[in-house]
């Protein structure tokens, strides 16, 4: 197994680079698979959980090129199966994005129930809703999202709570239907809006994501197309709360500064300097945050994902803050983990956590368990006295390109380690003591 070991208490200087954005790129490529024409798209990030989507497409028969750490080409003309049942799919949150591609281009799909980040019990009711709604056939059976129908008829579907997955995958197989789909209260996420501008590429007809009602004029078929994915909100997001968690200074490149307005009010609210420039954002402190209340909300509220950065930094503030999570029940278990460090944070009713500033974090052996929360730990290794080390690191690389490498071009103390070769966390220590 893999760790990161951290020396924590040096400010994050410098600048760093934000990849594409995950959240966007699995869309995008399940996607890809709706023509029989070749697809090129760039800005991929290169993470486990991308891998193991292009996995997938490659065993129902897609071809799959990487033309470059970032870039992607490819050629679905000879899908040679509709089933996809195996471990990767099983593992991914963003396979479920294979039925929608598949049942707007064969009318069929068996795809193994999706996992994804243990933060709640994450249903898929709208999703099947929504490709009823359609014409569909859809039933769960030994583990398969199986759906079915012999046409796909344009309809209204209304989503009485939005969700960023049933928006796409419902959007990604009305793109084929006959006639015009109109989805009200879709999810209005920016990868929603960039999944939409790459089916446009290709010759779908899709109107007014960002907004509550999309608009979907079904077309007979899909072409080829080349495409550059957005930078990742969740990423830069990070990269903001970690600048300011260290009392750093760092500019973040490559980044839509409107996708984290959320995350700069916030900042701004307790204290941190931000500076907006067209494609980047530069995050300042020289001082402990102050204390505020964060309520998750859909965008463009205060995303989820970012919730264990803000509570991580928020342990440090001056003050009393308060943290509701209102969209995963899970989303605290890295509290337990942060408290082993001196935090001082009580959840109550499982969604809400008061968080009582503590002037400093100390050193532990911490565990992550979900993307995110395991992002938040490293935060604190950044912020804490002395050595951490956070392990299940898998859980951080299914999200974040060359994590620890940019921690330490911004000039944190970290490496990442197998946690039994004592030789090299020895020779860690040796080296940065
Ligand atoms: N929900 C239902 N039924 C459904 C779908 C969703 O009850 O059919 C509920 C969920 O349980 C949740 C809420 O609706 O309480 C919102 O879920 P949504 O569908 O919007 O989330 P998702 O598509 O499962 C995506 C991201 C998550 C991110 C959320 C919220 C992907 C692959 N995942 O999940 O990202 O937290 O939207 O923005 O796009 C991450 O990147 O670490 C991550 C978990």
Request: a positive charge; charged letters at 20%.
């Given at each position: 197994m893999e760790q990161y070991i951290i020396k924590g208490g040096k400010p994050l200087m410098g600048e760093v680079t934000i990849s594409g954005y995950k959240n966007a790129a699995l869309g995008i490529i399940a996607a890809?698979?709706?023509?029989d024409e070749t697809v090129k798209i760039d800005n991929?990030?290169?993470?486990s959980d991308i891998d193991m989507l292009l996995k997938v497409i490659e065993e129902l028969g897609a071809k799959v090129d990487?033309?470059?750490?970032n870039k992607v080409k490819i050629n679905?003309?000879?899908?040679?199966?509709?089933t996809a049942d195996t471990e990767s799919v099983r593992k991914?949150?963003?396979?479920?994005y294979l039925v929608g591609a598949l049942l707007g281009r064969f009318k069929k799909a068996q795809i193994a129930l999706p996992g994804g980040?243990?933060?709640?019990?994450?249903?898929i009711d709208r999703h099947i809703k929504g490709f009823e709604a359609l014409g569909a056939e859809v039933k769960i059976e030994h583990g398969l999202i199986c759906a079915n129908t012999d046409k796909l008829i344009g309809t209204s579907i209304y989503f009485d709570e939005s969700s960023v997955g049933a928006t796409i995958n419902v959007m990604l197989a009305a793109c084929l239907a006959e006639g015009q789909t109109i989805i009200e209260n879709a999810a209005k996420e920016p990868h929603v809006v960039d999944v939409a501008n790459f089916l446009n590429s290709m010759g779908a007809n899709i109107k007014?994501?960002?907004?509550d009602v999309i608009r979907i004029k079904g077309v007979p078929k899909l072409k080829g197309s080349e495409y550059s994915i957005i930078p990742d909100q969740i990423e830069a997001g990070t990269f903001m709360f970690a600048a300011a968690a260290s009392k750093g200074d760092v500019l973040i490149k490559n980044v839509i500064p409107k996708h984290l307005e959320a995350f700069t009010a916030k900042l701004l609210e307790v204290g941190v300097r931000v500076e907006e420039y067209d494609d980047a954002i530069r995050v300042t402190t020289d001082t402990r945050p102050g204390s505020t209340h964060v309520k998750t909300l859909a965008?463009?509220?205060?995303l989820t994902d970012m919730q264990p950065l803000m509570t991580t930094l928020l342990s440090l503030s001056t003050g009393t803050s308060i943290v509701t999570e209102?969209?995963?029940?899970?989303?605290?278990?890295f509290v337990d983990e942060l408290t082993k460090m001196g935090a001082s944070i009580k959840v109550v009713e499982s969604n809400t956590a008061i968080i009582t500033g503590v002037e400093r974090l100390t050193g532990a052996i911490v565990s992550a368990s979900d993307l995110r929360g395991g992002a938040a730990l490293v935060l604190a290794g950044i912020m804490a006295e002395g050595y951490t080390i956070v392990e299940n690191v898998e859980y951080i690389e299914r999200g974040y390109e060359d994590f620890e490498y940019k921690m330490q071009k911004l000039g944190a103390t970290m490496a990442k380690v197998n946690s039994n070769d004592t030789k090299a966390i020895r020779k860690f220590k040796l080296k940065v003591s």
């Open positions: 890809a698979i709706m023509t991929v990030p290169d993470i990487r033309i470059g750490k679905a003309s000879k899908i040679s199966t509709v991914i949150r963003g396979s479920y980040c243990n933060i709640g019990s994450r249903p007014g994501t960002g907004t965008y463009p509220g205060f209102s969209i995963f029940e899970n989303r605290f278990k």
